[in-house]
C-alpha cells in the first residue's frame, strides 16, 4: 500500500501496551508471517483503545510524532519483494 497516510503498527516485542501519536491507525500485529488481518483502528474521542485481534493496548501520548511509538521499533515498515 505505497503512500498511505495511516500509520501501521506491529507488535512484534508482545509488548501490552504500546504509546502512539496519532488516534487513527492501522493494526498488523506481528511482522509476517505472525501478522493478523491489518485492522483500521480509531480512538475518538478516547485515549486508548484495544486491538481486537492481538488484544494489544494502544494509547495515545500527544508528545510523539505520528512515526514514533514506546516503546521503540513499533512502527511497522513494508519491505519490498
Given at each position: 500500500?505505497a ?29 509476517v ?49
Amino acid at each position: 500500500m505505497a503512500g498511505h497516510g495511516i500509520p501501521h503498527f506491529q507488535n512484534d516485542g508482545g509488548h501490552r501496551v504500546i504509546e502512539i501519536g496519532v488516534k487513527e491507525f492501522m493494526c498488523t500485529g506481528a511482522s509476517v508471517p505472525y501478522d493478523h488481518p491489518h485492522i483500521y483502528i480509531d480512538m475518538g474521542d478516547d485515549n486508548e483503545k484495544v486491538c481486537s485481534y492481538c488484544s494489544t493496548l494502544y494509547r495515545y501520548n500527544p508528545q510523539l510524532k505520528a512515526n514514533q511509538t514506546v516503546p521503540d521499533g513499533c512502527t511497522f515498515a513494508d519491505k519490498a519483494a
